[in-house]
């Protein structure tokens, strides 16, 4: 039965995390493809790009909300039935799979975002001051330092480090069971989010990579960019 539960946690995280809102929105709201659109991505910076700052928003929130569903979801499913060590690996597998239908959707020919939306939703999950901390991390990356990619990154690391620290220190235990399930999770949606950024990197090694934020309306006033 248990690789029944697994398969089970895989088709909710996976088929949640699919559902593509940034280009659902955009077109609603815009009339445009997302997919032709800047980085032709689904997730919450495409979205701005594409949409305008609510637009942006709101798929950025919808794609947290994809990670939360799918923990909360297989925590109804199973939570009642299953042994209590076995639940966090569910949960776990859940999340990883929602990162990959956000990533690689089916109703989009296996295109997507880069993960950090639903990424950062099934950790908050788990472990609610997850979010604050990510609107946080990034927030403040976005705003003064404008690489998406870069804010990406450092939230997927941050996340299988907050739940090391848990194991390692006991604390919180009233908000999160301390698992390796959450750290093996955290660490492999750490690992896709960086898969799927890896064009990203080059272009910022190159100095190519695209900006937004503050430093994006810095650049683009009279006189800044570059001759």
Not at 49 to 69: E, F, N, P
Not at 183 to 193: Q, S
Request: glycine share 14%.
């Amino acid at each position: 039965m248990i690789p029944l539960y697994f398969l089970g946690a895989i088709c909710i995280g996976y088929f949640l995390g699919a559902i593509p809102f940034g280009r659902i929105y955009v077109r609603y709201f815009r009339g445009l493809d997302i997919l032709e659109v800047g980085s032709g991505r689904t997730g919450g910076t495409n979205s701005l790009r594409a949409g305008g700052l609510t637009i942006g928003l709101l798929t950025s929130l919808s794609d947290v909300l994809k990670g939360i569903v799918a923990v909360l979801v297989v925590r109804w499913v199973f939570g009642s039935f299953v042994p209590a060590d076995l639940l966090p690996w569910l949960e776990s597998t859940a999340g990883i799979f929602s990162v990959i239908g956000h990533n690689w959707s089916v109703f989009v020919g296996f295109r997507g975002g880069a993960g950090t939306g639903p990424n950062v939703g099934w950790a908050a999950a788990v472990f609610p001051p997850i979010f604050p901390i990510a609107l946080l991390v990034m927030g403040g990356m976005l705003y003064f330092v404008g690489w998406a990619s870069v804010a990406s990154m450092m939230m997927g690391v941050i996340i299988p480090v907050v739940f090391i620290v848990i194991a390692i220190t006991g604390r919180w235990a009233e908000l999160v069971a301390v698992s390796p399930a959450y750290i093996v999770g955290g660490i492999i949606t750490a690992l896709i989010v960086a898969y799927a950024l890896r064009g990203n990197f080059v272009r910022l090694a190159k100095g190519e990579e695209r900006i937004v934020g503050l430093r994006a309306r810095w650049k683009n006033q009279p006189g800044n960019a570059p001759s």
